[in-house]
């Protein structure tokens, strides 16, 4: 079964099984960690735990996502007064500024998923960071969801990602710092969570 992750997918997701109040993705805290905090933009940021992290830790945060019912949800904190919420479709909008920090955390909306992330990577400001976590594309992936795993037209590997910015027309402007496979525990059904993790800087204008 393939899946359209178009608005009323992501919707329906919230409204059944979609979940508020969760931690924020610890890669995002470990390859932040270094940055000095400017503008970001969390770019499918389901409940908000991603934007309300960085709003947190002094980031200036925008945070887009296509479901409403996400937004009713990551707007409810006290701490989500501090950011700005955007109800978009990714695929569609374009926002009117660039960011020092462009971030996305499983997003899959209704387009192909490096075509999305090539997307996103306009979005960052020179001498900003693209960081990217992402569902691994493994040989256990099919078209189908089985034991919590996502669908396999959601998932990436880390060589997609770099080969997808080096093809880029400004492909030898960005720096990969981070290009990894990691897993972890999660929860429920998706009892081992394999991501890719992808942190890229653009490069200053010489």
Not at 59 to 73: K, P, T
Not at 127 to 146: A, C, F, K, P, W
Request: proline share 7%; charged share 20%; with cysteine.
């Amino acid at each position: 079964m393939t899946h359209r992750f178009d608005k009323d997918y992501w919707e329906q997701h919230w409204r059944e099984g979609g979940t508020a109040g969760s931690p924020p993705n610890p890669y995002l805290i470990e390859e932040t960690a270094a940055l000095a905090p400017g503008t970001a933009l969390d770019a499918g940021c389901g409940a908000g735990a991603e934007a309300i992290w960085l709003a947190s830790a002094g980031w200036q945060v925008s945070a887009a996502d296509i479901s409403g019912e996400a937004l009713a949800r990551a707007a409810s904190p006290a701490a989500a007064s501090r950011v700005r919420w955007i109800e978009a479709d990714l695929a569609l909008w374009r926002p009117d500024t660039r960011f020092d920090l462009v971030t996305t955390h499983y997003a899959h909306p209704a387009m192909p998923q490096l075509d999305f992330y090539d997307r996103i990577a306009d979005w960052v400001a020179p001498g900003g960071t693209l960081l990217i976590v992402g569902h691994l594309r493994t040989s256990e992936d099919n078209h189908q969801h089985h034991h919590g795993r996502p669908p396999a037209e959601a998932a990436v590997t880390p060589e997609a990602v770099t080969a997808t910015l080096a093809k880029r027309p400004d492909g030898a402007g960005w720096r990969i710092v981070t290009a990894a496979r990691r897993t972890r525990s999660g929860t429920g059904q998706a009892g081992r969570l394999d991501d890719v993790v992808v942190r890229a800087t653009r490069k200053e204008p010489s």
